[in-house]
């Protein structure tokens, strides 16, 4: 029981429940955007009293055309939103960490002629000055 504990009391697993409360809230937030907002937009802009009431029936089936464009709609802003909002700082913070830091120099200069020599030489090979450790 204490290893479950502990697994509850993680950060990660409290961090993910409070990012899929918030993308809940968020979600609903943009489907009243859509269905309160925009499609009332639309329907003005294509002289049609309700966009959302858009429909057809086929055999006593009703399909709601309307209401699939307005989840549609929905999701494609949620996405927008999370792509611009999550993924593209995400990825610039991890293409910012896989850089490599610079190589450990092999080689160091003779303070003497100034020609490039290892950098475990005790002796210049170029003007054969000794080089302190």
């Known amino acids: 029981m204490s290893g479950f ?6 950060g990660n697993v409290v961090d993910m429940a409070v990012g899929i409360v918030i993308g809940a809230a968020f979600g609903t937030v943009i489907t009243s955007f859509v269905k309160d907002l925009l499609t009332p ?3 003005a802009i294509i ?3 309700d966009f959302s009431r858009i429909a057809f029936v086929l055999n006593g089936s009703k399909f709601l055309i309307g209401d699939f464009i307005n989840a549609l709609i929905s999701f494609l802003i949620i996405a927008t939103a999370v792509y611009f909002a999550v993924v593209l700082p995400i990825n610039a913070l991890v293409a910012r960490m896989r850089r ?3 190589a450990d120099p092999t080689t160091k ?5 100034i020609s490039e020599i290892p950098i475990q ?3 210049c090979a170029f003007c054969t000055a000794v080089l302190p450790a």
Request: hydrophobic share 35%; aromatic share 4%; proline share 17%.
């Open 5 to 10: 504990k502990q697994f509850l009391l993680r």
């Open 41 to 43: 937009l639309i329907a």
């Open 47 to 49: 002289h049609a009293p």
């Open 100 to 102: 490599q830091p610079p």
């Open 109 to 113: 200069k003779c303070p003497e002629c």
């Open 121 to 123: 030489a005790k002796r």
